[in-house]
Structure formats: structure tokens, C-alpha cells
């Protein structure tokens, strides 16, 4: 009898060799099981294609607060559904327009628009703790049948893991880019701030049952920034929330949506217990799979490196097989590796879903 799909992924993640190589994929969008699969829940894909399956669960708690209150009202006119959101506090508003369709969401007006919007932020913003409950009892729902996993808490409204990452989507990343050279102060008075409410989260973690927890972002990938600014504005960061992840028992893996391979040492040093996404250059990344296998450590699990864009749609079922087998070649052989799209997709080919996970299946130690 072979081990389940919960324990053949901790296998990996524990820098381990399961039975054979784990197969899964990040964030199933609801665009995908509503336009391709009739709607059907996550468990029903996962049990269908015969992957691995993850239960994302993200519950929060946070205690209401008179000095920040959110507000929401629409706004018409626009071809798509757009929503501004307005946080009242005692020393002033901030606002932000969010737009949303079928497939994602995205900040058309930035919540930090002046520099003393982050005063407002840090003496009035809530801070969420974890609903434990939720999170075990969701645990206890599947036992070994699925891994359980979240992230460190975003910004309320629109955010991310990472501090660099929330930082880039309150205040854009160009203008975030440019302000680590004309204000460095301000940009660490930020991240301090945000820095503050992801750990007052991660002190509530203890006791719950997580398998691994997501911290980072692509806007801190080197396709987006320098490996100088990715280690005096990501690293000082995002590594004390790890350590303090880990010393509420929790495992994280790091996040990084873009170029990896110059920064590839620099995450490693934060001691993740895995890393993702390695994406390949023709995704828009720049990753070696093979090369990027043999600097990252052996005691860190990787988690990706597959190209969803190119063998999920438009090609033959044994183009797709083909590339399961290359990914395994260059980064599975020895363990430590779960095999992954990198990030999400929206549309893809039934059919060749099910080549990834079959070949997969036939990939083993």
C-alpha cells in the first residue's frame, strides 16, 4: 500500500524521497473549474486529474476597531466591475479602486498616494490573528488526503505575504523601486510597519495545524528587482518572520513568481524549508532547472518548475509527458521536489492536465 498524498508531499518538503515524485498545482482558479469543469469544487479537480491535493485555508480573525473602518462603494461607468474601498481613521482617510473580471483583480489607484499615508497606517490599522480552530478543524476534515496550506497575512483589501511584496502593492512597485534610492528611510519605516502586523499574526500560529505557509511575492524576484535592493529591503525582513514561523512550529515556503537564478543563494541564506515557483524563461522567469537544483541547497525542497503555459495548452499529450520527464531529470532525482505549474493557469487542456499528473505518477524512486 503506498503512502497518501499528504505524506508523500511532506516527504519533500521534510528534503525527503517519497514513493514517487509528488504532483500538484498552486491556486486552482475558479475561471478554470467554471469554464472547463462545470463549476465542480477543488477536491472533485484534484480527484479527477489525479493530482496531489492542497486545501488553501486562510481564516483570520481581527477585532473590530472604531479608528478603522472600511468602506466599499461602487463605481459605474467602467467595462469592468470596479469597487473604491475607503479606511476611515481618526487622523484621515486613505482610499483605493480595485477592478475585478472573470479571471483576477488588480489596484487601479494605489492605497499609499503621499508619503504620510503610512503614518495613518501604522497608528491605526488592525491586526488579524489566526483562526486555529478553522484551521485544525479543516485538518482533522482530511486527514492524509490533502497537505494544508496558507500564507502569512496580505494587507486588508489587496495584499501579499511578503513585507517587499505588501509594500509594492499599497504603493506600486515603480514608485517603490524608486524610492529605495530617493528615500531609503521612508521605504524601511514602511516595511517596518508592515513588517509589525505580519508578526503579531505569525505569534497567533502556534497550535495550528498548517503543513507549510507561503511568504513572499514576485515583485521581489530579479526580474523585477536588483539582488542589492532584494537584500537590503526583502531579506531583513522576510527572514525574522520565517525564523519566527518557525518557532511557532510552522514550515514556510518562499514565493518568488519571476527570475530566481540570480537571487538563488540570497533566498536560500532566509532557510525556507521549500522555495517556488521556477519559472522557466518561457514563462517570462529564468530559470535553470537543473543549474538552479544543483545551488540550492539539498535540505530545501523545491516546488514548480513547470511550464503551464505551453504544455497545458497547444500541444500533444506526449509534449506535455515529455516535459514532466525533463523537469524530473533536472531537479527530482534525489527528492526534495514537488512537481508544480508555475503559479497559476486559467485555461488549459483536460487532457493534457492529465498527462502531467499521469507521468508524474510513472516518476518514480
Known amino acids: 500500500m503506498g503512502i497518501s498524498s499528504k505524506q508523500r508531499m511532506l516527504k519533500a518538503i521534510e528534503r525527503g524521497i517519497p514513493d514517487r515524485l509528488p504532483v500538484t498545482t ?37 477585532v473590530p476597531s472604531g479608528n478603522w473602518q472600511i468602506k466599499e462603494e461602487d463605481v459605474a461607468g467602467q467595462s469592468d466591475r470596479t469597487k473604491r474601498y475607503t479606511i476611515v481613521t481618526p487622523g484621515g482617510d486613505l482610499t483605493t479602486v480595485i477592478q475585478y ?21 501604522g497608528h491605526y490599522v488592525t491586526s488579524p490573528v489566526c483562526d486555529t ?42 514608485k517603490l523601486i524608486m524610492a529605495t534610492f530617493d528615500d531609503p528611510e521612508w521605504v524601511h519605516t514602511f516595511l517596518k510597519i508592515l513588517q509589525k502586523r505580519k508578526k503579531y499574526y505569525i505569534a497567533s500560529l502556534d497550535g495550528a495545524k498548517y503543513d ?36 511557532a512550529g510552522q514550515r514556510i515556503v518562499y514565493h518568488t513568481c519571476g527570475g530566481m537564478m540570480p537571487i538563488l543563494e540570497n533566498i536560500a541564506s532566509m532557510e525556507p524549508d521549500a522555495m517556488e515557483t521556477f519559472t522557466p524563461p518561457a514563462m517570462g522567469g529564468d530559470v535553470d532547472l537543473a543549474q538552479a537544483r544543483k545551488r540550492v541547497p539539498a535540505d530545501i525542497c523545491m516546488i514548480g518548475g ?23 531529470e533536472a531537479a527530482g ?32 524512486y
Not at 309 to 315: P, Q
Not at 318 to 327: A, D, G, I, N, Y
Request: glycine share 6%.
Open 306 to 328: 513547470f511550464d503551464q503555459f505551453h504544455f497545458f495548452k497547444d500541444c500533444s499529450p506526449e509534449q506535455t509527458r515529455l516535459e514532466v520527464r525533463r523537469c524530473f
Open 212 to 247: 507549510i505557509l507561503e511568504l513572499g511575492g514576485g515583485d521581489a524576484s530579479s526580474t523585477v528587482i536588483s539582488p542589492k535592493i532584494f537584500d537590503e529591503y526583502v531579506a531583513p525582513y522576510d527572514v525574522e518572520l520565517i525564523r519566527l514561523a518557525h518557532d
Open 101 to 121: 473580471n472573470d479571471y483576477t483583480c488588480w489596484v487601479t489607484e494605489h492605497l499609499v498616494k503621499e508619503k504620510r499615508d503610512i503614518d495613518l497606517i
Open 333 to 364: 532525482q534525489n527528492g526534495a521536489f514537488i512537481l508544480s505549474p508555475s503559479d497559476h493557469f486559467f485555461d488549459a487542456e483536460p487532457e493534457l492536465i492529465k498527462a502531467f499528473a499521469d507521468e508524474a505518477q510513472k516518476c518514480v
Open 133 to 174: 480552530e478553522v484551521v485544525n478543524n479543516t485538518a482533522a476534515g482530511y486527514g492524509d488526503k490533502a497537505l494544508i496550506r496558507g500564507h502569512i497575512c496580505g494587507f486588508d483589501l489587496f495584499g501579499q505575504p511578503g513585507t517587499w511584496q505588501d509594500a509594492a502593492c499599497l504603493f506600486g512597485i515603480e
Open 26 to 62: 498552486h491556486h486552482i482558479m475558479p475561471y478554470y473549474l467554471n469554464h472547463y469543469m462545470d463549476g465542480v469544487s477543488n477536491d472533485v479537480f484534484f480527484d479527477y486529474f489525479g493530482l496531489d491535493p492542497i486545501v488553501w485555508v486562510t481564516p483570520y480573525k481581527t
